[in-house]
């Protein structure tokens, strides 16, 4: 028989893989903050954290 495929042979672009670390760091930075201060504020400020959190990734 045959051969059915063709092996796939990648690469990655180290600077890419980096950059993609970086960016997962800060995402998760600006998640756990933002969860900080929706849970210490009450009220109005609440709503308004939880607003902002919303309008700018949704």
């Known amino acids: 028989m ?3 495929g ?3 042979v990648g690469f990655h672009d180290y600077y890419l893989v ?3 670390i970086l960016i997962a760091i ?3 930075y ?3 903050d933002l ?3 929706v849970t210490a ?3 109005r400020v609440r709503h ?3 607003a902002g959190g919303v309008s700018q990734w949704g």
Do not use: M, T
């Open 41 to 43: 504020a009450r009220g």
């Open 18 to 20: 980096v950059l993609s």
């Open 48 to 50: 308004a954290w939880l």
């Open 2 to 4: 045959g051969q059915i």
């Open 30 to 32: 600006v998640g756990l």
């Open 6 to 8: 063709v092996p796939f």
């Open 26 to 28: 800060l995402a998760s």
């Open 35 to 37: 969860a900080v201060h």
